[in-house]
């Protein structure tokens, strides 16, 4: 079982609608969960990061976590087109004592005008 | 500079050889990751540093790939005998300790093997 999955899309969504992109995790010890987003050519960036179940939001963004569904999601309000780009899933995975970072292979999200 | 500096940017070496990939963190960052990006593809995790020890060493693809840190601070990742599938981005990031999740990404070394 992949540790991060999300799918890869591409996701299209019309300009000024919400945008949902769906993760999920492997590891039941995970403690902390990031959205990054990654222009094409570009770095990924962090956007959002969230440790306790529930929702959290950031202007346009909410992260939503359900640990016991191992579930990470993240909604992005009136979409707009530069937020055209891939949004990876990342997850702090506690093994053995010593944790990584491990991304999904991350969803395209395309915004039409 | 302030961010994660990574050189070269872009590297051609043919088969056969071997390369080095720098990565200089950003100043007090105490760990640093190795990621690898094949085009369209997402981010697979190599290595990672606390410190100069590095206790996760499992990503690294084989025994051709090695990583070390020096001071706490620099990194340099080794490719010895490259291979066409070592063609890809390699990304290094840097976070102030192992707890924070928030990484800083460098702006990659694109590797190429002919």
């Known amino acids: 079982q992949k540790e991060v999955e999300q799918n890869s899309g591409p996701l299209s969504v019309p300009e000024g609608a919400i945008a949902s992109l769906n993760c999920t995790y492997s590891?039941?010890?995970?403690?902390?969960f990031f959205w990054y987003r990654q222009y094409s050519g570009k770095s990924p960036e962090l956007i959002m990061f969230?440790?306790?179940?529930g929702d959290k939001e950031d202007g346009r963004f909410t992260a939503q976590l359900n640990k016991a569904s191992q579930y990470v999601s993240l909604l992005i309000r009136d979409s707009q087109p530069s937020d055209s780009a891939t949004y990876l899933c990342?997850?702090?995975?506690?093994?053995?004592?010593?944790?990584?970072?491990?991304f999904g292979k991350g969803t395209r999200l395309h915004i039409l005008p | 500079g302030a961010g994660v500096s990574q050189s070269p940017s872009n590297k051609v070496t043919e088969k056969g050889k071997d390369v080095e990939l720098r990565c200089d963190p950003i100043?007090?960052?105490?760990?640093l990751y190795w990621y690898r990006q094949s085009l369209g593809q997402g981010l697979e995790f190599l290595i990672y540093?606390?410190?100069?020890?590095?206790?996760?060493k499992s990503g690294l693809p084989s025994d051709r790939f090695s990583a070390e840190r020096t001071g706490g601070s620099v990194s340099t990742l080794t490719i010895q005998r490259t291979q066409q599938e070592d063609s890809a981005v390699y990304l290094c990031?840097?976070?102030?300790?192992?707890?924070?999740?928030?990484?800083?990404f460098g702006e990659g070394s694109r590797l190429t093997v002919l």
């Open positions: 990031a840097s976070s102030l300790d192992r707890n924070t999740g928030e990484l800083f």
């Open positions: 590891d039941r010890g995970s403690q902390s």
């Open positions: 969230i440790y306790s179940n």
């Open positions: 990342a997850v702090n995975l506690f093994m053995n004592r010593d944790d990584k970072i491990i």
């Open positions: 100043s007090g960052h105490t760990a």
């Open positions: 540093f606390q410190g100069n020890s590095a206790p996760d």
